[in-house]
């Protein structure tokens, strides 16, 4: 997944690469003992992970045995040596939640995932996360707190007017998105859209490709982010 953007303290360099990953290792405890698995994920505007699971699945099944959770987050696909590149491990407890806003989210992250989260065996988890495990490369290893994990500020009035700018700036700016994707990602050819808005960048996607633009600062107001798109729309003109 390209991205392009500042880089920034380890609270938000963490939140980051989870809004980066599309899929993730999940630890459940099967009993007691470790399991793990693979799950895609997506993140929620205040940078919850999102977990779209079969209650047939063995992890949902823990999940219910014991709700505590640990996600690893990849992003070292990229490196010549894995060691030395990102991931992130985040530790918290995974919960159900029927708010379709989130749900509509993690579709537009995973498409595939849209053929069935209707299916009355799936359920969306949200989970609180209580801490993160930051090991940015060889020497650069850390512990984060949930609450630097988090954006700054509250996140509600942007997730209600989440939907209605992804809808109006695809409608309306549809030549400009691929503009940004080809000048500032490096992704040539028309066809992408805006799948989400959060307050640290807006997300893009055409067929399986995926890309991210970084806000320069966590913003909060619809407003600001219209501002912000104009912006990396006149950085792609240049």
Do not use: K
Not at 16 to 42: E, F, K, M
Not at 212 to 227: C, G, K, N, S
Request: proline share 5%; with cysteine; net charge neutral.
């Amino acid at each position: 997944m390209s991205e392009t953007g500042p880089r920034r303290d380890s609270g938000s360099f963490a939140r980051g690469l989870l809004r980066r990953c599309g899929r993730a290792a999940l630890a459940t405890s099967w009993h007691g003992a470790p399991y793990a698995s693979l799950v895609l994920v997506a993140a929620d505007l205040d940078g919850s992970p999102l977990l779209l699971l079969s209650d047939l699945a063995q992890h949902s099944r823990n999940i219910a045995f014991d709700p505590r959770v640990s996600l690893l987050l990849d992003a070292t696909e990229a490196h010549p040596d894995p060691l030395a590149g990102p991931r992130l491990t985040v530790l918290g407890q995974a919960g159900a939640v029927a708010d379709r806003r989130p749900l509509a989210r993690f579709t537009a992250r995973h498409p595939s995932a849209a053929a069935y989260a209707g299916f009355a065996d799936f359920r969306l988890y949200r989970v609180a996360v209580e801490r993160g495990h930051l090991v940015a490369g060889f020497g650069r290893i850390e512990w984060i707190e949930a609450a630097a994990l988090r954006p700054a500020s509250d996140t509600s009035a942007l997730a209600a007017a989440e939907p209605a700018l992804l809808a109006r700036i695809n409608q309306d700016h549809a030549e400009a998105i691929s503009l940004c994707a080809h000048n500032l990602l490096g992704r040539a050819g028309a066809g992408w859209r805006l799948t989400g808005i959060d307050p640290d960048g807006i997300d893009l996607r055409r067929a399986d490709e995926t890309g991210r633009l970084e806000f320069a600062a966590a913003l909060f107001i619809p407003e600001q982010v219209r501002a912000a798109f104009a912006g990396f729309v006149q950085a792609a003109l240049r």
